[in-house]
Nanobody, 128 residues
């Protein structure tokens, strides 16, 4: 079983930056597509950003385009989320997820159903 552990969340003010990390177990991390989701209380878990297993293709939700950047370091089995210019509406629990069944190196999964394993989440709170 693949295990994912998020870290880097915290309480910040609007306009500040945070960098989230997701450490992933397994010998075949480089074959996984990876995504970051977020969920606020009482709301649906939605995709923030995702990256193909090759790292050559990415997806960003309109709400974070230009502010957030996803990256991966396959040598460290880690995916990152750099968040700049944070807004109060970014407040949520952030989850990383792995899609293990990826045959196309440029494929970016965009649905919750596509992902096979999930981390426990890390809280990000942005004050006004």
């Amino acid at each position: 079983q693949v295990q994912l552990v998020e870290s880097g969340g915290g309480l910040v003010q609007a306009g500040d930056s945070l960098r989230l990390s997701c450490a992933t177990s397994g010998r075949t991390f480089s074959s996984y597509a990876m995504g970051w989701f977020r969920q606020a209380p009482g709301k649906e878990r939605t995709l923030v950003t995702a990256i193909s297993r090759s790292g050559s293709s990415t997806y960003y939700a309109d709400s974070v385009e230009g502010r957030f950047t996803i990256s991966r370091d396959n040598a460290k089995n880690t995916v990152y989320l750099q968040m700049n210019s944070l807004k109060p509406e970014d407040t949520a629990v952030y989850y990383c997820a792995a899609d293990l069944i990826v045959y196309n190196t440029n494929y970016v999964p965009r649905t919750r159903e596509a992902y096979d394993y999930w981390g426990q989440g890390t809280q990000v709170t942005v004050s006004s």
